[in-house]
């Protein structure tokens, strides 16, 4: 019985280790589709100085003329690569291991664009950030509040397996006390040396008075 317990538990470990790489998104599956789509629309509108920002994205000379900054380049880097890469794919395949790189890269994208706008404001201040920036931004952030709670969640499927796992494995802990205690029962019968006779040697004792 222990041995067939023990092999349940690890069909059911293999079994929540499958329930666990997947996750269930339910309506921010949507949320998370919109923040692509909208992130998509925003790389093709003015970001600062009339750029756009899929000039930005490719480093043309348009938006070195309008006195990029790096950390603007890295936002549209990263954000590009958390929101409209992985993001996407986390909403198709619906995977832990996309949409916890996804929420990664795009937290990081999110910390440049804030430093964007401060260092424009010092080093250009007469060129105006545009549309693009600040809808990419709104794409950006709320990427990140929607899929942070989702690489926390357990799926149903993986509490319900955890939970029969438990029961499994607190049954393999009874079965194997059982048979610890059946073992040294056992033991006591075949060992001479381990059978109790103080009774025996008393009443021996008595008759000899």
Known sequence: MAAMTQQDSQTLARAEKSAASQITMGAKRWVLAACAVVYLVALVLPFAGGV????????????RDARTSVAEYLFVWFSFIGVGVLT????????????????????????????GIWLRNQSAPETSRDIGYYLAMLAVFVAVFTLFPLI???????VKVADERAKVQQ???????????????????????????????????????
Request: charge should be positive; avoid cysteine; aromatic fraction near 4%.
């Open 88 to 115: 996407s794919l986390a909403v198709a395949l619906r995977r832990f291991a996309v949409t916890l790189p996804a929420w990664m890269v795009t937290t990081v994208s999110a910390v440049f664009s804030i430093l």
């Open 171 to 209: 049954r393999d802990d009874v079965a194997l006390l059982q048979q610890s205690a059946t073992h040294q029962a056992n033991a006591r019968e075949e060992n001479p040396l381990l059978v109790d006779d103080r009774r025996a040697r008393a009443a021996e004792r008595h008759r000899n008075i």
């Open 152 to 158: 926390l969640s357990r799926s149903e499927a993986q």
């Open 52 to 63: 756009a920002g899929w000039q930005v994205l490719g480093l043309t000379q348009a938006s």
